[in-house]
């Protein structure tokens, strides 16, 4: 089982921040920004590749949320990132959204 999973499942401790019946909000363990929180549907979707008709209505959701989590944090600007596949960085082969926000960030993404 991937760690995300076993992160939605309860059988790795995390820091939540935000979590309901679709979707897990919590912190990341190597921040770049003062705010770095990651958003993980609860079934397992490996990356952007795989979302369809059944499962897109996670993604829906979880961007739903995102702005509830980003002004219950305090911020109002801020950067989501999704790395689709190793070569893009994805490191975690489970769909999942970075909020990063809590400071000035550059244009650049990379």
């Known amino acids: 089982m991937c760690v995300f999973c076993e992160i939605v499942n309860g059988n790795i401790p995390s820091k939540k921040v ?61 950067r989501i990132i999704n790395n689709c596949g190793a070569d893009a960085g994805q490191s975690v082969m489970h769909l999942h959204f970075h909020l990063i926000g809590g400071t000035k960030l550059g244009e650049k993404i990379l």
């Open 18 to 78: 935000y979590e309901d019946d679709m979707m897990l909000a919590f912190w990341d363990l190597n921040p770049v920004a003062p705010v770095h929180i990651l958003a993980v549907p609860k079934v397992h979707i490996e990356s952007v590749n795989d979302i369809n008709a059944e499962n897109s209505k996670y993604v829906a959701h979880i961007f739903e949320k995102l702005s509830e989590i980003a002004k219950e944090q305090g911020i109002t600007s801020y």
